[in-house]
């Protein structure tokens, strides 16, 4: 692992505010709210990802740790939608509707349906090599 604790940055990202970025992103799995966490700009933390290896190993990282909340969210919105709600200029409801994603749905069923070890009907065994 790189020294990060050698001279300040000019640009904030300092080894205190990188892991509580990257703690935050393990935490929530949402990049708005770790940049919202450490007070940083989306630019800022997208240059540094793109100019250090480290970091953009230690982000990546820290998405695949924040895997299980995204499933359990996209499972979420498969099963019960997206509740969207309509008000006018004085913020009264005017209706309020739920949306499911069919595709997310189908993908989600993929997903758990791999991990369960279960083929579709007419679905041919892969005989190519798994990473």
Same mark, same amino acid.
């Given at each position: 692992?790189?020294d ?17 970025f990257?703690?935050?992103?393990r ?8 940049l ?13 990802r793109?100019?250090?290896?480290a ?5 990546d990282?820290a998405?695949? %740790?924040? /895997?299980?909340?995204?499933?359990? #969210?996209?499972?979420?919105?498969? +099963?019960? !939608?997206? $509740?969207? *709600?309509?008000v ?12 499911? %994603?069919? /595709?997310?749905?189908?993908?989600? #069923?993929?997903?758990?349906?791999? +991990?369960? !070890?279960? $083929?579709? *009907? ?5 005989r190519?090599?798994?990473?």
């Amino acid at each position: 692992m790189p020294d990060l604790t050698s001279k300040p940055r000019h640009d904030g990202w300092t080894p205190d505010v990188r892991a509580a970025f990257l703690e935050a992103l393990r935490d929530t799995g949402k990049i708005v709210a770790a940049l919202a966490a450490v007070r940083r700009a989306r630019s800022g933390a997208y240059a540094l990802r793109n100019r250090d290896p480290a970091f953009r190993a230690e982000w990546d990282q820290a998405l695949l %740790d924040a /895997r299980p909340l995204i499933d359990d #969210l996209l499972l979420s919105r498969a +099963l019960s !939608g997206t $509740r969207t *709600v309509i008000v006018d200029a004085e913020g009264r409801v005017l209706r309020t509707f739920c949306e499911t %994603d069919t /595709r997310l749905m189908q993908r989600m #069923l993929s997903r758990l349906e791999h +991990l369960a !070890g279960v $083929r579709r *009907v007419g679905q041919r065994e892969s005989r190519g090599r798994r990473a």
